[in-house]
């Protein structure tokens, strides 16, 4: 299994190395001289030994390049990140859930493999792989893997509940994600089974948490604080820090991708605050996810139109940022509107609003009048 791997970056060549965050940046003609080391099974360069000693405090001096570093090719285009929702089910039925009813779909094994090779062809390096519920997915290790060994750094989205599951946490320790964040939905046992309307979720999310803490993990938790567990917002964050763990909060509930308003009711009104001005985005053209299907869309949010990258490889996703364009274009009520310039959120996501019926203020400034 390699210890880092080596990939183009638009303009850049970078060497990374699986679980950790950190990189090193090379020139081109120390990048091709490690490709051609990898090539011909030399050693690995001298200055890159150096690098990763002091980098990541590992030796790699006695290692041949090819068995030790991993070189990817450039891809066509300029895809280096993708999120992959590798399945539409989930082992909690939390109020706020963006998805919906979660009823279990995704590709087979085999379909699987094929879209993660194709992301591989695009240039994806960073991959971030969710759900639904990733770990619940009975191909995950096996997805994950595959994914770990074309060289993506692959970061996890997760509710936690699957690792204390030692077959999950062994591969996790074999394989380490560059990142797992894992969601929080409150400090106690009454009000997390409340709230994922599962009863002993909260004391499997623990013992999950403290076997992944212990065993060093990147983690980064994300405190879900919505009406029913607002009052232990402070307790929440409190753990956070007690953990060491960096966290991050998130109280504005969205409808669910189908543009219905169920989530809407679950938010917690003193938590909720104004959005930052929508300033771009590069989804559809440095970016793009791919549903349970593998149907490349711009986002998890835009997702018609769309591309199915099964039937179409790698060639399909040249129409992405044609369709990021057209998806960011003003429609409906929002034609012509005078506070656009300030608009708190994208197009996709404001039709998303729309669509629910969603009161103003949760999304538009004119709600603010």
């Not at 087979?108 to 997915?137: C, F, S």
């Not at 994950?144 to 509940?161: C, D, I």
């Not at 990021?324 to 300030?342: E, H, I, P, Q």
Request: a neutral charge; hydrophobic letters at 40%; glycine letters at 8%.
């Amino acid at each position: 299994m390699h210890e880092l791997v080596a990939a183009p970056y638009r303009d850049l060549h970078l060497v990374l190395r699986p679980g950790s965050p950190k990189a090193v940046q090379l020139t081109a003609d120390k990048f091709a001289e490690l490709a051609a080391a990898a090539a011909t099974g030399q050693h690995i360069p001298v200055w890159l030994v150096e690098a990763a000693r002091q980098q990541w405090d590992i030796d790699l001096s006695a290692k041949p390049a090819d068995t030790a570093v991993l070189v990817r090719a450039p891809g066509p285009y300029a895809f280096s990140r993708a999120t992959y929702e590798i399945n539409l089910g989930c082992d909690f039925d939390c109020e706020m859930c963006y998805l919906g009813e979660k009823k279990f779909e995704s590709l087979d094994l085999a379909g699987k493999r094929q879209l993660l090779h194709v992301m591989r062809d695009a240039g994806v390096i960073w991959l971030q792989i969710t759900g639904g519920e990733p770990l619940i997915d009975p191909d995950f290790p096996a997805t994950y893997r595959l994914a770990y060994e074309l060289g993506m750094q692959v970061e996890l989205l997760t509710n936690g509940s699957r690792l204390r599951n030692a077959r999950i946490m062994e591969l996790l320790l074999q394989c380490p994600p560059s990142k797992m964040s894992v969601s929080v939905y409150g400090a106690s046992a009454a009000t997390y089974d409340a709230i994922t309307r599962r009863r002993g979720a909260f004391d499997r999310f623990t013992e999950g948490l403290r076997l992944a803490v212990d065993a060093g993990l990147n983690l980064d938790l994300s405190l879900i604080v919505v009406e029913r567990n607002a009052h232990e917002a402070d307790a929440m964050r409190a753990w956070a820090e007690r953990l060491g763990v960096p966290h991050r909060e998130y109280a504005q509930i969205s409808p669910t991708i189908k543009g219905t308003a169920e989530p809407l009711p679950s938010q917690s009104p003193e938590h909720l605050t104004n959005r930052q001005p929508f300033t771009g985005c590069p989804a559809g053209h440095t970016f793009f996810h791919a549903d349970p299907f593998g149907r490349a869309s711009i986002c998890k949010v835009g997702r018609d139109p769309n591309i199915d990258l099964l039937a179409e490889g790698v060639d399909g996703l040249a129409r992405l940022g044609t369709i990021a364009d057209s998806l960011m274009l003003r429609t409906g009520g929002c034609t012509g509107c005078a506070l656009s310039g300030s608009c708190r959120v994208c197009r996709p996501m404001a039709k998303v609003f729309q669509e629910a019926k969603a009161p103003l203020r949760l999304y538009c400034q004119h709600g603010d009048r």
